[in-house]
């Protein structure tokens, strides 16, 4: 009994494109089995189905049958049997091709707005900027990460990374050589039932399982309608990534190659096929010394590092780069000096140079990488750090402590530990009650000036809170570096006490005396040691945050110098600034801990 569009429940895996109002499906899908039937161990393509016609889509597909070795085997006593789908999917000049098989799925991303005269050249993959738009917004879950930065021992080349929300983890200092290649996020307002996962320059998302063939008609459906009503175009929705150079103009002055490699993106998906992992790995070893320019081209003597150690010359090539496209940089590698021997393997290498070409990446003397088939430009942006505002009117904001600090002292009078005492609540700087219980820690080898532990729902949380005095009570005052620096340093200095266990085995070692009592619960008196018990109390790891106290910036100052000029003198300091605090933001992070600045929002 033939295989019918209702017994059909592949995970929806599709390529997207638009093809001319003319383009016959019929004829296209017709192609598609020519391009499997080409494979080497394909045994058998099954006659396409015929057109349905389901949630206003034409819906034609096919399978076919692949034979091959088991990668374990040496000889061919047994052969793995599998059989691959493909579905594709139109409505008006949208089109979406469902491929099971990757290595099918590459052939014909690689076949698209191309001059081949085949009817699969005729479609132009969805653009870059829509996919983003479309399907990059709500809570980003995962994303793939490949590096623009020089290919060196101290930085990763490429790396995954997953949470609730990576908008809020991403390092803007740290990770700015990055661009994603990959993203998984869940569309707000439960837009798709799943996550929507995608490769945006592959034009290649996938969305989730289907139990049969008409559900996985809807969902196709629903995509459409999500790319059809997408706002605004955006090519960078993770602006604090690298961002590609799509200016033909710029990509033109590109010049003077001095380092190439293959990095494939394949050896970080651990259910890759053994034969593609083979065949990544092993081309992952080629390696280029570049012997000559000619603006962006270059010619290179390669050779392949054998598993062994041992390495093989290849010869000589010449790589020439198409640059009329720059959203899609193409290039062909040709041969100069092939070796006296490995011909093969010369050949070889030419081929994957050219068909694998999100495998390449380039490194070039004007700053410029070549990555995923576009040019970014290396330099380290300036990236913002966001201040919380709270209201200082009443204290005295050079006034770090009182000059007697004793418990009687923390609270009245104008000094910011009497800030601290009076006004910290866990909601700053919204409104909100003061509650949970507060100790001050002031004195040598101090944990922080003051320790915050609350309890709220199923949640607990550990704040440590430093405050230092600005240098200058001018009303007008400007902003300043070095009033961050010590209270900064010493927020990093005492990390370790994020761990809640630390925190209560220094609780009160080196502690002044005359604090010993300095603990309050919702703003009334109470004794240290139920502070402790109430800590030891914690039945799971709490929320932890850095929090630094230091009225120096003042909003208005800020708010100037985010306007200034960037040669005036309060726009350097502030770039300064901003760099000095995300990189404490940075490490606070690494150890899953807010950190946050108060400032005077006079």
């Not at 990534?241 to 651990?270: G, H, K, R, T, W």
């Not at 008196?525 to 030891?536: D, E, K, L």
Request: hydrophobic share 40%; glycine share 6%.
């Amino acid at each position: 009994m033939p295989i019918q569009l209702n017994d059909l429940c592949p995970y929806r895996s599709l390529l997207l494109c638009t093809c001319p109002a003319q383009w016959a499906l019929n004829a296209g899908v017709e192609e598609l089995r020519g391009f499997a039937d080409a494979f080497d161990n394909v045994e058998h393509v099954e006659t396409a189905s015929g057109i349905a016609n389901r949630h206003g889509l034409k819906v034609k597909f096919f399978y076919y049958r692949v034979k091959q070795e088991p990668s374990w085997l040496l000889n061919q006593q047994v052969e793995d049997i599998l059989h691959e789908l493909v579905v594709v999917f139109r409505r008006n000049t949208s089109i979406a091709i469902l491929t099971t098989e990757s290595r099918l799925r590459d052939k014909i991303r690689n076949h698209f707005d191309t001059t081949d005269q085949t009817r699969i050249g005729t479609l132009v993959p969805i653009s870059v900027d829509l996919i983003n738009s479309a399907y990059i917004q709500g809570k980003i879950n995962t994303l793939w990460l490949s590096g623009t930065h020089r290919h060196v021992p101290s930085q990763v080349d490429n790396k995954a990374i997953s949470g609730s929300d990576l908008l809020y983890a991403i390092d803007p200092l740290g990770d700015q050589t990055f661009f994603f290649t990959s993203a998984v996020s869940k569309l707000p307002n439960n837009a798709f039932k799943y996550k929507i996962g995608v490769s945006p320059q592959k034009s290649y998302i996938w969305a989730g399982p289907s139990d049969d063939g008409d559900q996985l008609c809807e969902g196709v459906a629903q995509l459409f309608d999500i790319l059809q009503n997408a706002p605004a175009q955006s090519a960078n929705p993770l602006p604090m990534l690298a961002a590609p150079a799509v200016d033909i103009v710029m990509v033109n002055q590109i010049s003077d190659a001095y380092e190439a490699a293959l990095l494939p993106n394949q050896l970080l998906d651990y259910d890759l096929p053994a034969q593609e992992r083979a065949l990544a790995d092993r081309w992952s070893r080629l390696a280029f010394d570049i012997i000559a320019n000619n603006h962006a081209d270059f010619d290179a003597s390669i050779e392949l590092e054998n598993a062994d150690g041992t390495s093989m010359p290849l010869g000589t090539i010449r790589v020439t780069f198409d640059l009329s496209k720059p959203k899609r940089i193409t290039w062909t590698a040709t041969s100069i000096a092939p070796p006296p021997v490995n011909q093969q393997g010369h050949n070889d290498a030419i081929d994957i140079i050219n068909s694998r070409r999100e495998w390449l990446k380039v490194w070039f003397e004007t700053g410029h990488t070549l990555v995923d088939q576009r040019f970014f430009l290396g330099r380290v942006r300036d990236a913002q750090f966001s201040f919380c505002f709270a209201d200082f009117g009443n204290y005295a904001v050079k006034k770090e402590k009182p000059s007697l600090l004793t418990v009687a002292n923390i609270g009245p009078g104008d000094s910011l530990f009497s800030w601290v005492r009076q006004r910290w609540h866990r909601a700053l700087p919204l409104a909100g009650n003061i509650s949970g219980w507060l100790a001050c820690n002031d004195g040598a080898m101090e944990i922080a000036d003051f320790i915050h532990f609350d309890h709220v729902g199923p949640e607990y949380e550990l704040t440590l809170i430093h405050v230092k005095g600005s240098k200058s009570g001018n009303a007008n005052r400007n902003l300043s570096v070095s009033d961050y620096e010590v209270v900064v340093g010493q927020a990093i200095k005492n990390l370790r006490f994020l761990d809640l266990q630390n925190t209560l085995a220094n609780f009160t070692v080196a502690l002044n005396q005359r604090l010993l009592n300095a603990s309050w619960r919702a703003g009334v008196a109470n004794t240290r040691a139920h502070m402790i018990a109430a800590m030891n109390g914690a039945v799971t790891p709490p929320r932890r945050r850095v929090v630094v106290v230091q009225p120096r910036v003042r909003q208005t100052a800020l708010n100037a110098a985010r306007a200034a000029p960037p040669n005036t003198r309060q726009s350097m300091i502030l770039r300064q600034l901003d760099t000095l605090l995300l990189s404490a933001k940075a490490n606070c992070q690494n150890l899953g801990a807010e950190f946050v600045v108060i400032a005077d929002q006079a």
